[in-house]
């Protein structure tokens, strides 16, 4: 099919436009304070996602969450993982091998131990999250690190909490 006939095709079925949308999808930045956060969130909660703490290895709930649902930011809730891509990697904290979309997940060098290692956060409020391995399984062999303080989990039968602003 030549380019202009699918075009043709594309408008009448409605995807040029869609197709639009999914390429300007990009995560809009909020602005707002640690210290705001500070207000709102469990200190143990904030002290992770705004001061990069780590919660000790097995101490969270969600190591166990086995159901299919959403991780998404503690702090804003975007989505950040699916269950599709969550699994047991032995170390104590959730992992995922893939986020639940790219541009959700932006990272930094962080050199605060010996090595530097590769640190993400949420793309929208800037909430620190964990680090990135490449010792995942396949298909991406990344291994996404995540404290489970700085998730929140929803189960598919229910919705996902509109976005904090
Ligand atoms: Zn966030």
Redesign the pocket.
């Known amino acids: 099919m030549q380019r202009r006939e699918f075009m043709q095709v594309a408008v009448a079925l409605g995807l040029s436009s869609r197709l639009a949308t999914a390429e300007q999808h990009t995560v809009e930045k ?1 602005d707002k304070s640690p210290k705001n956060w500070k207000s709102i969130l469990p200190l143990e909660r904030y002290k992770i ?1 705004f001061q990069e703490g780590t919660e000790p290895s097995g101490s969270s709930e969600l190591n166990k969450e086995k159901r299919s649902g959403t991780f ?7 989505p ?1 993982f699916s269950s599709a891509a969550k699994y047991e990697s032995g170390t104590g904290w959730p992992s995922f091998w893939q986020a639940i979309d790219e541009k959700h997940i932006e990272t930094k060098l962080d050199f605060r131990l010996i090595y530097p290692r590769t640190e993400y ?7 620190h999250q964990g680090h990135v391995f490449k010792d995942g399984p396949k298909p991406t062999g990344l291994r996404y690190c995540n404290n489970g303080l700085a998730l929140i989990f929803i189960p598919e039968n229910e919705p996902l909490p509109e976005l ?1 602003g």
């Open positions: 909020l996602l998404c930011c503690a702090a804003c809730y975007l950040l956060h949420c793309a929208r409020c800037g909430g904090r």
